[in-house]
Nanobody, 127 residues
Framework: VQLQASGGGLVQAGGSLRLSCVAS????????MGWFRQVPGKEREFVAH????????YKADPVKGRFTISRDNAKNTVYLQMNSLKPEDTAVYYC?????????????????????WGRGTLVTVSS
């Protein structure tokens, strides 16, 4: 599956952004999906993931209560709604499909669990 993320930009601390990731090439509803982020010089880290049907989600502790992952299978799109943004949320955000059999609801996905990566979208939060 091919993935294209968008929606990044510059926002002030406390603001909101919604990232979108559109999938093509395969049946989107067959894939569990996730969002990761990476700060230059640091390892890519898990942000959130969502099950195929959208009923199960899990988020990393730093974003709980502020970020929401959702999906619209009719639109082949997964979203990351980011509220109450902080400067430490500044990163390149990547959407990803999770390999079949590697999705565990309450365990953060790792890079080795990823089947396909989308191109990143930069989020910059100013203080």
């Amino acid at each position: 599956v091919q993935l294209q993320a968008s929606g990044g930009g510059l926002v002030q601390a406390g603001g909101s952004l919604r990232l979108s990731c559109v999938a093509s090439g395969r049946t989107f509803s067959n894939y569990h999906m996730g969002w990761f982020r990476q700060v230059p010089g640091k390892e890519r880290e898990f942000v959130a993931h969502i099950s195929r049907g959208g009923s199960a989600t899990y988020k990393a502790d730093p974003v709980k209560g502020r970020f929401t992952i959702s999906r619209d299978n009719a639109k082949n799109t997964v979203y990351l709604q980011m509220n109450s943004l902080k400067p430490e949320d500044t990163a390149v955000y990547y959407c990803a499909s999770i390999k079949d059999g590697r999705f565990r609801i309450y365990t953060p996905a790792s890079e080795s669990d990823v089947g396909s990566w989308g191109r990143g979208t930069l989020v910059t939060v100013s203080s």
